[in-house]
């Protein structure tokens, strides 16, 4: 059973930045895409921004040109440079892999909060 473990979460004051990870317990082939998501109190999950097998990259409009998602899908790892953070980028951090034949899997979340 694959799992994703994701670190990097913290508290940051707005306008600093935060690097999350996100690693598979064991190495995944045919990855299809890997994502972050997150999910703030009271609100949906919601894409941050997804990058693909073959580097195609798309992110949500609230955070472009703020946030890099990037990969290493030798090592099954998936990350997220995230800059000039606002206080309402707080929320729980979900990485998510697509492998195979659209087998799915969610990490455990990591917490970012932003002060103002």
């Known amino acids: 059973q694959v799992q994703l473990v994701e670190s990097g979460g913290g508290l940051v004051q707005a306008g600093g930045s935060l690097r999350l990870s996100c690693v598979a317990s064991?190495?995944?082939?045919?990855?299809?895409?890997m994502g972050w998501y997150r999910q703030a109190p009271g609100k949906q999950r919601e894409l941050v921004g997804v990058?693909?097998?073959?580097?195609?990259?798309s992110y949500s409009d609230s955070v472009k040109g703020r946030f890099t998602i990037s990969s290493d899908n030798a090592k099954s790892t998936v990350y997220l440079q995230m800059n000039s953070l606002k206080p309402e980028d707080t929320a729980v951090y979900y990485c998510?892999?697509?492998?195979?034949?659209?087998?799915?899997?969610w990490g455990q979340g990591t917490q970012v909060t932003v002060s103002s």
């Open positions: 998510n892999v697509n492998y195979g034949s659209n087998y799915i899997r």
């Open positions: 064991t190495s995944i082939f045919s990855i299809n895409a």
């Open positions: 990058i693909t097998s073959v580097g195609s990259i």
